[in-house]
């Protein structure tokens, strides 16, 4: 397996290339499995089997898909790119190869790497999951204005390891490689696992005699901005903070300890202030205020005081720091000079006040009017992310997702240190408008610290060889203005390096940065702009053949045993977050039951999951979930249809009844389809499924969204979403049903058992000789788990969280006989006497 990274101008193309060979003496399935940056565009992919390449060609999606469709109807394809992980998509392929045959693979994608706090930063990800006889990452880099440093480090680079990254630098080339011999890989003397399992990063930063670099090529040119040594412009900063029910527990706790972390940070030059909004709207002071240390120290106690209440009045809370900020500038109140900053933090949907999100988005568009940006941060999965996304564009800022895990906190604060050093507003970039043609973006509100401002351009005249730019911008103590200008001979020379460069980069780097920015301006975008942003990136994608989300690549294979055709797409936000719901990255186990009841169990580091049904009588009561340490239990009583139905041989049932309790809070929920009973010691409270409701009282956190589901969250353990199925009142078998889901089940203590309990902790399995089953769409196959062999068949069972009527298919393997060889035991263990 060899990496080789070339990176000629801050723009990155990088070509990943695997060799696998067959030395058993049957036909083997071969997997070509690597993890790319979120930000990067696939251009390339091939596999040669024995001398024979199979070619992946990019085309629109849409024709993708009707050549795909064929192969789907016949239930053999596979999707080859998906979400992974915070910053990574994962490309998977597999091929059956012959004995003793030979297979590579080679995948290309290129991104142009982002300055952040002063360094480019490229990282790949390293896994081979095997040890390799031939691994080698190599990484040439050629910048015309020279290189000032350059390291190379991996989150699994022991000190052993450390010896073999080779690194060198001087004047505009830098070479680093990594080459461990097998014995190297090894996790011990005589293992076989290997130690490669991570990130392996590269930062370098160049030199800056000048604010600005200009290179010319073939007919376009890159623009690099990154002025130093300016002074620090004062901040005007705004935090807009959701407080409502659903932050409960660990989010809240981590905004303090981020915000706190902030303050520690804030200059004492700045001016700032906080809102928060639940039900109700609330600030710490009526105006903006001076960062003092008095006010500081203020500020600090406000923010360890700060706690949860009501439900989400999104509108209220954004317009109210708008205003404020507003009101700041026309009363004087700060600096004429000064960057003004609204970060505004939510974990879910506007509920309180205005929550229709396009009458939001219309009032903060022109209250804002492009004044100063708006950054908005979505805590988790719940958040409409498109709507902050869309919002946040709209006013000169960026959306960013705070996953929810143990470092969230940093992720908050990681987010603010990029944006809390604003050296310039109002920047901007001027070029001769008879000279040049499709510009990319050459205004920018602010210019961050550590940072860098890139525009690139086509020339109308191809042989045009010199520019002039004209630079303005507004600073701590006066305006910037200045004309700086170029010619071709000064970059002709990279062409000389051809060890280092590829093909026309600069015109690739316009490409790709024209292509992004068309789809940043498709999401805030509608009707017939948006239809020619689209239409506008489709051609450039397919000109210059990036996989983005307006393409896809098929990858055609042999036509032989089992091979199957696949599409790679690029997965977008809302997929991306649909996905890492049910296969996030951090150790939270996705499990429910719905239906007649199917258990579904996934099992992130496979991306896959397995499912079972329980078959016994109507009012049995099962025990699915049950802690001892945090004193949770969830018990479900069954339900069956109206009347038998004469023609089946099982009859249906399902979940009419569930019991939620934590005997150590004296707290129980009852929930059917009828009505929610909450009982708190002897109190009991009642709703029914036509109410809306965010309860929250001690160790409870309860929201009812009306005739849908409910979302439920016990002490700091995990939380539950019960979905409500009804059918039509007068359907002569069915009746209405309830479904579980457990979100964040790693709350729980490593003792919890039950039908679903037992599979809050990670869960392995292999599976074997995959063939034929009695369904010919549904294969079956051999799975070892948990010592056992048992016989699994390939389906699908739906999940209904985010479509109670129609539900989203998720692929499972399915275990036959009421989960036997599976579940610990045999299913009627976990037969209780009663709900509670």
């Not at 109700?280 to 106690?301: C, F, G, Q, S």
């Not at 199957?564 to 809302?574: N, R």
């Not at 979302?711 to 039509?728: C, E, N, T």
Request: glycine share 6%.
């Amino acid at each position: 397996m060899k990496i080789d990274s070339k990176i000629t101008s801050r723009f990155a193309h990088n070509v990943i290339t695997s060799r696998a060979v067959n030395r058993g003496n049957v036909h083997k399935e071969v997997f070509f499995d690597v993890e790319l940056p979120k930000t990067a565009f696939i251009t390339n992919f091939s596999m040669t089997i024995d001398g024979v390449t199979y070619p992946g060609i990019i085309k629109e999606k849409e024709v993708a898909k009707k050549q795909y469709e064929k192969a789907v109807s016949k239930g053999q394809t596979a999707g080859l790119v998906k979400a992974s992980g915070r910053k990574t998509e994962k490309f998977t392929v597999s091929v059956n190869i012959e004995a003793a045959s030979k297979v590579t693979f080679e995948l290309t994608y290129e991104e142009l790497l982002k300055r952040q706090f002063g360094k480019y930063e490229m990282f790949i990800k390293v896994k081979p999951k095997q040890l390799v006889k031939d691994f080698e990452i190599e990484v040439n880099i050629f910048e015309p204005q020279g290189i000032t440093e350059l390291e190379a480090e991996g989150t699994f680079i022991t000190n052993d390891l450390q010896n073999i990254i080779k690194k060198t630098f001087s004047g505009e080339k830098g070479h680093i490689s990594f080459k461990p011999t097998l014995d190297q890989q090894r996790t011990c003397a005589n293992c076989s696992q290997s130690v490669l399992d991570g990130d392996f990063t590269v930062k370098y930063d160049v030199k800056r005699t000048t604010p600005d670099n200009l290179q010319i090529v073939n007919g376009y040119f890159v623009h690099f901005f990154a002025p130093t040594n300016l002074p620090k412009l004062p901040k005007n900063v705004i935090f807009v903070i959701d407080i409502s029910g659903s932050m409960s527990g660990r989010e809240i706790e981590q905004t303090r300890e981020a915000l706190l972390k902030i303050l520690d940070d804030i200059k004492e030059d700045d001016f700032f202030n906080f809102i928060l909004f639940g039900s109700e709207v609330h600030t710490w002071k009526d105006a903006l205020i001076k960062a003092t240390p008095e006010n500081l120290d203020e500020a600090r106690k406000f923010v360890r005081g700060i706690d949860t209440e009501g439900m989400t009045n999104l509108h209220g809370g954004i317009m109210r720091g708008i205003d404020m900020l507003n009101a700041a500038h026309e009363g004087n109140l700060v600096p004429k000079r000064s960057a003004s900053i609204i970060i505004m933090l939510t974990d879910g949907q506007p509920n309180v006040g205005i929550s229709n999100t396009n009458d939001i988005q219309a009032h903060v568009k022109k209250a804002i009017e492009g004044k100063y940006p708006l950054y908005n941060l979505g805590f988790g999965y719940g958040v409409d992310y498109n709507f902050l996304e869309k919002m946040a564009l709209e006013n000169k800022g960026l959306a960013r997702r705070i996953y929810p895990d143990s470092d969230s906190a940093l992720q908050l604060q990681g987010f603010y240190d990029e944006v809390s050093n604003p050296m310039l507003t109002d920047v901007e970039l001027n070029y001769p408008e008879n000279e040049i043609s499709d510009l990319t973006k050459n205004s920018f509100k602010h210019f961050y610290d550590g940072s860098e401002i890139v525009v690139a351009g086509r020339f109308i005249d191809n042989n045009q060889n010199s520019l002039t730019v004209d630079v303005r911008g507004e600073g701590a103590n006066d305006a910037l203005s200045y004309t700086t200008q170029q010619d071709a001979e000064q970059t002709a020379k990279a062409f000389q390096e051809q060890q280092y460069i590829f093909g026309d980069y600069i015109e690739r780097l316009w490409a790709y940065l024209t292509i992004e920015q068309l789809l940043e301006k498709r999401i805030a975008a509608t009707g017939e702009e948006k239809e020619n942003l689209t239409a506008e990136a489709l051609d450039l994608s397919l000109k210059y053949k990036f996989v983005t989300p307006l393409t896809s690549m098929v990858v055609t294979k042999p036509e032989d045993y089992e091979n199957q055709d696949g599409i790679a797409d690029k997965p977008i936000e809302a997929e991306a977050a649909r996905l890492s719901y049910l296969h996030t990255t951090q150790p939270t186990w996705y499990t429910s039951v719905d239906g007649d009841p199917h258990f579904i169990i996934s099992v992130p580091q496979k991306e896959d999951a397995i499912c079972f049904n329980i078959n016994e009588n109507p009012g049995a009561v099962l025990n699915l979930i049950n802690d001892p340490v945090t004193g949770i239990t969830v018990n479900g009583e069954l339900i069956g249809d109206k009347r038998a139905n004469s023609d089946a041989k099982i009859q249906n049932t399902y979940f009419g009844k569930l019991g939620i309790a934590n005997k150590h809070l004296d707290l129980k929920l009852t929930v059917t389809p009828e009505k929610i009973t909450v009982q708190n010691g002897d109190e009991k409270t009642g709703f029914t499924w036509l109410d809306s409701v965010t309860l929250q009282q001690e160790g409870l956190t309860l929201i009812i969204n009306r005739k849908k589901n409910l979302v439920l969250k016990m002490g700091s353990g995990a939380s539950f979403v019960i979905v409500l199925h009804q059918v039509w009142k007068k359907h002569p078998l069915h009746q209405d049903f309830l479904g579980l889901y457990t979100l964040e089940s790693d709350k729980l203590s490593e003792q919890t058992h039950g039908l679903l309990g037992q599979f809050f902790h990670p869960i392995d399995f292999t599976i074997l000789e995959i063939h034929p089953g009695s369904d010919p769409k549904k294969p079956d196959a051999t799975m070892i788990v948990k010592n056992n062999e048992l016989t699994v068949t390939r389906g699908w069972q739906k999940d209904y969280r985010t479509d109670p009527n129609h539900g989203v298919d998720v692929p499972c393997w399915f275990v036959h006989d009421n989960g036997a060889g599976l579940i610990d035991g045999v299913h009627t263990d976990y037969i209780v006497s009663s709900l509670f």
